[in-house]
């Protein structure tokens, strides 16, 4: 992570900019970026095991490398409509802090596209309307190719 001076607002403190490495991943039309340290790898689709009971956005659990992993569908966390995977759907397995103990899960997606940079400079506030992801799940929200990217609260949005 790097940060460098930026020139503050009018009658606002001198801010610095901060750089992220994510991890751009796509759920429908939106735009996620996932921060690279808590990626673990990227794999295809495999067979799930659904677990009777479980919460709705983690309904089942996948194998990964002899290791059995929680499974979440973070469209239905977001409350986004349900899709059928496609030849770009993928899993990301990552590596998230809950309640201070490392859990290792799977995420779904319907596509993954780079490892890039964003900066906090164009960062923006969750608005508060017109929008169907809960703000409470969302760090910010910045630029990235012309295009807005949701920076998640992988935290909140799992526990």
Do not use: C
């Not at 890039?116 to 809960?134: A, D, K, V």
């Not at 910010?140 to 807005?148: A, G, L, M, S, V």
Request: net charge negative; charged share 25%.
């Amino acid at each position: 992570m790097q940060t460098t001076p930026q020139a503050g607002a009018i009658g606002l403190p001198q801010a610095t900019e901060t750089r992220l490495q994510v991890l751009m991943v796509g759920l429908g039309n939106e735009i996620f970026a996932v921060e690279t340290d808590m990626v673990r790898e990227i794999i295809d689709p495999v067979p799930v095991t659904r677990v009777a009971g479980a919460r709705a956005f983690l309904p089942a659990l996948v194998n990964v490398r002899g290791n059995v992993i929680p499974l979440a569908d973070l469209r239905i966390r977001f409350g986004m409509p349900k899709t059928q995977a496609t030849a770009d759907t993928r899993i990301v397995v990552i590596e998230v802090d809950i309640d201070g103990d490392p859990v290792t899960l799977g995420l779904l997606a319907d596509k993954v596209y780079e490892v890039t940079e964003i900066s906090t400079r164009q960062m923006q506030q969750t608005p508060r309307l017109g929008s169907h992801w809960r703000p409470e799940f969302i760090r910010f929200i910045t630029k990235w190719n012309d295009e807005f990217v949701i920076v998640p609260d992988m935290s909140r949005i799992l526990d």
